[in-house]
Structure formats: structure tokens, C-alpha cells
């Protein structure tokens, strides 16, 4: 059993500010997406400028906040406390007090590039396509936040990388699973969406495949993420919030692709 390593979650305190590590984790993200997006919009034939870059990634940001936290409130916290949300309604806005969810952050962005788009003339599918391969970089730093603020732990286990959580009411030993997921939706999702848009595909294919990498892994590590306390199971003992809602984002991903490749050798013939 590893020690857990106790993290200051306050990274700068200057005064009455604090920047605490989860925010800086977030800021990097969105710089090395910016960064990332700038090389890929510098190369000869793109379409794209630093401009549009800058304001893709600035879009992105604020659909992230506003979707990660409605639909933190209206997934996690509605079903269990609507009595509470209905007494205090600016709860949604008090984001220092924690909750995001990235399926609500995941509909937040599309909402936010779909208007983005339109501003400046360009597909949704276009623009998707071009955001899908920097997304995962900022899924994995916030799951990076996650460990360092010790939350949303793994399930009991007994391998010797386990760890005891200092805010788990129950001090078990757990599976960092919040390091399983920064790997596998941050470092693993990146290199394979960076990989696959390296080469013209289908369009609209790269973000099927997303939609496809993100919802099978997630699906898969929620058996060793802990369930919600105030939630649990959904259904036959076994199936999570996480993984609900995630198994849409299969089925449209495995969808996508068919439907993007399948009208690509159609016109391919024609």
C-alpha cells in the first residue's frame, strides 16, 4: 500500500487570493490546447487562424464551467436533494464549493462550439473535428485536480499501489483511479485522436471517435471508481452514473464512424 502524498490543495495564496492547484491544472490545459490548436492551424492548408484558435479554446472554456456544473447539479445533486436546489437555486453558480461533471462539461462545449461555429461561417462538424484531439488534454488534468484535491477516489482493493484517502469517512486502502483516468482519458485519448486527425479522415470522424475512445474507457474504469456515495448503483448492482452515461456516447460514436465511412466510399464510387 502506497502513502497517499498530502497536497496543499492552495497552490499560490497572496492575500485573501488563493489560486488552488485544481484551477491551475485547468489553466494549463487550456494553454497547452491553445498552443497544440495554434501548430495544428500553422499548417499549410488549414483554414484555420491563431484567431479562431484563441476564440475556439475561449468558447470551449466558458462551455466546460457552465455544462460541467448544470450538469453536475442536474445529474448528481437534483435526484437526490431537489429539496435543497429548489431552497437555495444559487447553488449552481458556488463552483468553489466543487462538483463538475463532464458529461454536463461535454454538453456545454458542444453547445458553446455550435455557436461558435455558426458566428464564423464554418461547419459544426469542421470545428469539431479540430477540437476533438486538444479535448482530452484538459480531461486529464482535471483528473489530475482530482487526485490532488484527493476526491473521487477508487474502489477497496488490496494491490499494493492502493491508497488510503485522508477524506474517505471509511479509510480503506483504493484504487487511485483518478490516475487511471488521467491516463487513459488524458495521455492515451490524446495520442490516439492526435494520431488519427493527423491524416484527412471522414469528416465528422474524429469526433465520432471521441465520442467512441472517451465513453469506452470511462465506461470501463467506473468498475474501479467508486460509485457516488449519495447515488450508488443505478441498476443490477454493477452499473454506475458514470457508466449511464456514458453508454450513449458509445452507441453515437460507434454510430458516427459507421455513417462518416460509410458516406465517404459512397462518394468515393459516385
Known amino acids: 500500500m ?7 490543495p492552495v497552490a499560490i495564496s497572496l492575500g485573501p487570493l488563493q489560486i488552488r492547484w ?7 490545459a487550456f494553454a497547452v490546447a491553445w498552443w497544440l490548436g495554434c501548430r495544428r492551424a500553422a499548417k499549410p492548408g488549414s483554414l484555420w487562424t491563431r484567431q479562431q484558435v484563441g476564440d475556439l479554446v475561449t468558447n470551449a472554456m466558458l462551455g466546460v464551467i457552465l455544462g460541467g456544473r448544470l450538469g453536475y447539479v442536474l445529474f448528481y445533486m437534483l435526484p437526490q436533494y431537489p429539496a435543497r436546489l429548489l431552497d437555495d437555486p444559487l447553488l449552481v453558480f458556488r463552483l468553489w464549493e466543487g462538483g463538475m461533471s463532464f458529461h454536463g462539461g461535454f454538453l456545454g462545449v458542444i ?3 455550435a455557436l461558435y461555429a455558426r458566428s464564423i461561417g464554418k461547419s459544426l462538424y469542421e470545428v469539431l473535428d479540430f477540437a476533438a484531439p486538444l479535448t482530452p488534454i484538459g480531461l486529464g488534468a482535471g483528473r489530475l485536480g482530482n487526485f490532488i484535491n484527493g ?3 477508487g474502489r477497496a482493493s488490496d494491490v499494493s499501489w492502493a491508497m488510503v484517502f485522508p477524506a474517505d469517512p471509511l479509510h480503506l486502502p483504493r484504487h487511485p483511479s483518478q490516475l487511471y483516468q488521467c491516463a487513459l482519458e488524458g495521455v492515451a ?3 490516439l485522436l492526435w494520431w ?3 491524416t484527412p479522415r ?4 474524429v469526433g465520432g471517435m471521441f465520442c467512441l475512445g472517451y465513453g469506452a474507457q470511462r465506461f470501463a474504469v467506473e468498475f474501479l471508481r467508486e460509485p457516488d456515495l449519495d447515488i450508488g448503483f443505478i441498476a443490477f448492482h454493477w452499473l454506475t452514473m458514470g457508466q449511464l452515461l456514458s453508454l450513449p456516447m458509445i452507441v453515437a460514436g460507434l454510430f458516427i464512424l459507421q455513417r462518416a465511412y460509410t458516406r465517404d466510399a459512397f462518394r468515393a464510387k459516385a
Not at 502506497?2 to 496543499?8: A, C, G, S, Y
Not at 485544481?22 to 494549463?28: S, V
Open 196 to 198: 488519427y486527425s493527423a
Open 151 to 153: 476526491e473521487l477516489w
Open 22 to 28: 485544481y484551477a491551475l491544472t485547468y489553466i494549463t
Open 189 to 191: 485519448l490524446f495520442c
Open 202 to 205: 471522414p469528416r465528422f470522424a
Open 2 to 8: 502506497l502513502n497517499f502524498p498530502r497536497f496543499d
Open 111 to 113: 453547445i458553446a462550439v
